[in-house]
């Protein structure tokens, strides 16, 4: 007859076999009422196990659970047949003789044992968890005396879905919809954490051409991409296209991300989708974005408000002119204002802008940032003041997409 060695890593610990134990509604003795004690009960308790805990003290954590009546409490130290009925026993006291004695126990009776003592002794090892969006990290290490490099792994994959870097898509259940995503002034890193993680999750994204593309490379390659750019005097996709293909993908059992730059609502015509899929009886999820008409500003070094110089902004859309039929704007009454303007799609019309604001008494030496392409590779800043600021504008060739900042903030 021939054996086999049982693999071993350095430390002389056997391999282990992981292993997930549902113990909702079965018994499970904790030896041992501190610290150690304490962090087990909690996690078996989240578990919906029968906990009982054998010990003369406890700490003021295991207390409260054992008032609320989610811990039952044996006053006193372990004694033999304790572990009578458990499934599993933990055996975390500070006393090596008494963990062995629970341990042996244990043993005869073939429950898996925890000791928090000895990792080599045990018959089960409590691995470093972590969750997030119903995905439960479990994560053993080979090297028994150095648990922390099991919590720092598990804290990067952790981290990983919960910034959406790391990838873990519902294959089973995952309910059809459209999410929209505010993606942000452009650069990747400033998507938010949760629109990063639905966007690993979508079966289907339809993007603007100012929403974060790079990420876009990230996506398995059975994720339908749609292109919904609309270029300033070019090519550009229909509303009511987009608005049909959010719903018709989402008909069809798809998770949409509708992908956006900035902020959905900030002049993104979010609202107008959101209307459409809510007609659809199409559920929607929004998440917002950081909007272009603060971050861009303030990733070129001008703040859109500051003490004792501005104290309020004003976000404008410049896409219709000063006295067009279908211009909802007051230039007036934002001549008239101390503080801030941010203009957003302005730069073709910049010229009949400034005049509106000089004719409405803004000061012509006021001082104007105009910002292109903010946060991506081409951004570049243009400084001027109000009465040149067209030409000046036109002179350096500034192409949308632009934010135009103009005030006193302008100037600092």
């Known amino acids: 007859m021939s054996t086999a060695e049982t693999p071993s890593d350095p430390s002389g610990a ?17 030896v041992g009422g501190g610290r150690v004690a304490a962090r087990r009960v909690a996690g078996l308790l989240h578990a919906g196990a029968r906990v009982t805990v054998v010990s003369p003290e406890v700490t003021a954590a295991v207390e409260g ?21 458990a499934w599993y026993a933990v055996a975390a006291t500070d006393d090596t003789a008494v963990n062995a004695a629970v341990a042996a126990e244990a043993e005869r ?45 598990r804290d990067a994959v952790v981290e990983g879905l919960r910034e959406g870097t790391l990838a873990a898509p519902r294959f089973r259940g995952r309910a059809p919809g459209v999410a929209l995503v505010g993606g942000g002034p452009g650069d990747p890193d400033l998507i938010t954490v949760r629109g ?4 690993a999750e979508a079966d289907v994204v339809v993007a603007d051409r100012l929403a974060p593309l790079g990420l876009l490379d990230e996506l398995p390659a059975d994720v339908e991409i749609v292109d919904a750019s609309k270029i300033p005097y070019g090519r550009s996709m229909a509303q009511e296209e987009i608005n049909r293909i959010l719903v018709d993908r989402a008909k069809a059992g798809k998770f949409v991300v ?10 993104g015509r979010g609202y107008e ?41 004003t976000v404008v859309s410049g896409h219709v002119a000063p006295g067009h039929p279908k211009s909802l704007v007051d230039w007036d009454a934002l001549a008239r204002l101390r503080g801030t303007l941010v203009l957003l799609m302005a730069v073709e019309r910049l010229g009949a802008i400034g005049a509106a604001l000089l004719e ?6 006021t001082p104007v940032v105009v910002v292109q392409d903010g946060s991506r590779p081409g951004e570049r800043v243009v400084r001027t003041r ?27």
């Open 258 to 267: 509708r992908l956006k730059g900035g902020d959905p609502f900030v002049f």
């Open 109 to 153: 009776a073939r429950v898996f044992c925890s000791r928090a003592d000895d990792a080599v002794a045990s018959t089960a090892w409590t691995p470093a968890v972590g969750t997030h969006a119903g995905v439960t990290v479990s994560v053993l290490g080979a090297d028994t005396a150095d648990p922390r490099r099991s919590a720092a792994v």
């Open 14 to 30: 056997p391999e282990v076999y992981p292993l997930g134990l549902r113990l909702a509604g079965r018994r499970v003795v904790v």
């Open 273 to 313: 989708e959101i209307i459409a899929c809510a007609e659809a009886d199409v559920p929607v999820t929004v998440v917002p974005g950081l909007t272009s008409a603060v971050s861009v500003p303030g990733l070129a070094g001008v703040p859109v408000t500051h003490r004792g110089v501005a104290h309020e902004f």
């Open 196 to 199: 990063r993680r639905l966007l």
């Open 386 to 412: 109000l009465e040149t600021m067209a030409a000046d504008v036109e002179r350096a060739g500034v192409t949308p997409p632009a934010i135009v900042v103009i005030g006193p903030v302008a100037g600092l």
């Open 65 to 85: 659970y054992i008032t609320a009546g989610h811990v039952e409490w044996a006053e006193r130290g372990y004694r033999q047949g304790d572990l009578a009925d």
């Open 360 to 365: 409405g008494g803004k000061d012509p030496r």
